[in-house]
């Protein structure tokens, strides 16, 4: 009989027409395809919009990125029963030997940013969007969801918020590790945003998104509103650069191939040991 692993992806979309649920799904079908001697189950719980929030009856957390504000549902039902959750797998995990594992992205990193409290999370001073570069620390050259990758490494950034002025003591009393930057433009050189921290060894988020693959960036630079914002902002050479970077299999194609898949593959490996 083969072990059973249960993966919950936790929509935070807000039923926002997006590609990001479906680039999760497809990386998932792939791990379970590469790991057939297990029994993978996958459920989706819309949690923003539904107000649906999965239990501690999943071993895997994925939760999604979103459109807006991480702080719209200050006060509302579905946010307090969100921070439960990740209150329950933080305090299951330092009690328990057989851990839970979440990873967070973008609209989720700053959601835990606000959990954990480990910096400031503010509104950009420009929406970003496109194919950026972040850069590796040397805890995130070591990483297991980053060593593979370039050093800068590129991945798709879509956002209105950001993470900054990490609270350095804090995240050395969680024993979490800074593991990627954003490459600042000029008007936020001094100032840049963190692009991924791992709060523990079964918790990690980046503020890029790393499900996305080529297909889904390629439908956003397609809408006439986001490519005009690309082009008044950085000019027809960048956006043409960011659509040869979609088809380079050193950049979007290799995030893609490798951060999730990484973690997932980590989570499931350790979870064999344990249920053995």
Partial sequence: MKQKIKIAA???YNNEPNEGMRCIRDIVNEISGSNSHIHIQYDVFETRYKGLTPDLNYDIFISSGGPGSPFEGEGAQWEKDYFNL???IWNHNQNSDGKKYIFFICHSFQ???RFFHIGEVNKRFLNSFGVKQFSKTEDGS???I???LSNPL???DIRQWQVVNPDYKHLEELGAK???WEIPEEENKDNPAL???RISNEIVGTQFHPEADPASMLYHFRQKERKEYIINRYGEEVYNQMIEWLEDDDKIKLTRKTVLPSFLNNAINELSIIKV
Avoid: P
Wanted: proline content about 0%; aromatic content about 8%.
């Fill in 195 to 197: 692009g991924a921290v």
């Fill in 178 to 180: 800074i593991l990627s």
């Fill in 10 to 12: 936790i929509d935070l």
């Fill in 142 to 144: 070591k990483d297991f």
């Fill in 86 to 88: 990740v209150d329950k």
């Fill in 111 to 113: 959601m835990m940013a």
């Fill in 154 to 156: 590129y991945a798709a």
């Fill in 146 to 148: 980053l060593s593979e």
